[in-house]
């Protein structure tokens, strides 16, 4: 048990609904704030960030990837709320210049984000997590996965694919235990994968073999457009996936364990769970 009331601002996204689960699990009063979840709250409506703040004293935050960042300002006004501990998800590299390609200076919104969480005046811990594993199972992947073809601008890159679930527990762990502030975590699992690979290991578990198709930059761009993506957000997601191509991804990094004192959960662990649930057509 403990003392904080939480506020998880981004409360029904992939990480942030973990968190709530895993807090209320742990019997901590929490609050799961978005658009569409309990709480109301909306990055581009400030008159409902006070509301969501209102009496708590920690907040896992998951900013939006647009710059300029809204996150300084959220910050400020969570710490004048009364929040004394605060934990951002940022994204493994984003300090990093060249990270997602050459033209990327090593700023932007992340960056911002964690500029203001340092300084806060209050704890603070920083996530940095690398590609997700649950892309192929509820994200981006997903629909090609089940039907059957994967095209990705990623060559022969792999990438140390990091279960949300891991993501979560590290939070939770931020936000109610000792220990952990001032910590900036880099986030993987615990080998790394290539798409291809990746997809081996899905077929494993579900018996449907989809197929990796090395595709390049403007064909995935544009096949996200097609698909209805807005072009900044293909534009992002194509940047992405930069570091991916390039095998920046693939090494492993140490922060699971260095949070929570154990390895983290591997790809095959995530596909396990991930196909029980139903996630794939089988």
Do not use: C
């Not at 968190?19 to 742990?26: H, K, T």
């Not at 501990?85 to 300090?95: E, K, M, Q, T």
């Not at 699992?189 to 449907?208: F, Q, S």
């Amino acid at each position: 048990m403990t003392n904080e009331s939480v506020v998880v601002i981004g409360g029904t996204g992939k990480t942030g609904r973990r968190v709530v689960a895993r807090l209320r699990a742990q019997g901590v009063e929490t609050r799961a704030a978005s658009r569409s979840g309990e709480t109301p709250f909306d990055w581009a409506d400030r008159a409902t960030w006070r509301p969501a703040l209102a009496g708590a004293t920690a907040a896992y935050l998951v900013p939006l990837d647009t710059s300029p960042s809204p996150a300084p300002a959220l910050v400020e006004e969570a710490v004048a709320s009364g929040v004394r501990r605060l934990v951002l998800l940022s994204a493994r590299g984003v300090d990093v210049p060249g990270y997602f390609g050459a033209s990327y200076d090593g700023t932007g919104p992340h960056t911002e984000a964690e500029a203001a969480v340092r300084a806060s005046g209050v704890a603070w811990t920083i996530l940095r997590p690398g590609w997700f594993a649950q892309n192929f199972s509820e994200g981006v992947f997903l629909d090609d996965v089940n039907a059957g073809e994967l095209a990705l601008p990623t060559a022969d890159g792999a990438a140390a694919f990091v279960d949300a679930e891991d993501i979560a527990a590290v939070a939770v762990a931020a936000l109610t235990g000792d220990g952990h502030a001032g910590e900036v975590y880099e986030l993987s699992g615990p080998r790394a994968l290539t798409v291809d690979e990746a997809l081996a290991e899905i077929a494993k578990a579900t018996g449907n073999r989809a197929a990796y198709v090395p595709t390049d930059e403007d064909a995935f761009r544009s096949g996200l457009i097609a698909q209805g993506v807005p072009e900044d957000e293909a534009e992002l997601w194509t940047a992405a996936l930069e570091p991916f191509r390039t095998g920046r991804e693939a090494a492993v990094a140490d922060g699971v364990r260095r949070a929570l004192g154990r390895a983290p959960r591997d790809f095959s662990d995530f596909v396990r769970d991930a196909a029980a649930e139903g996630a794939w057509r089988v």
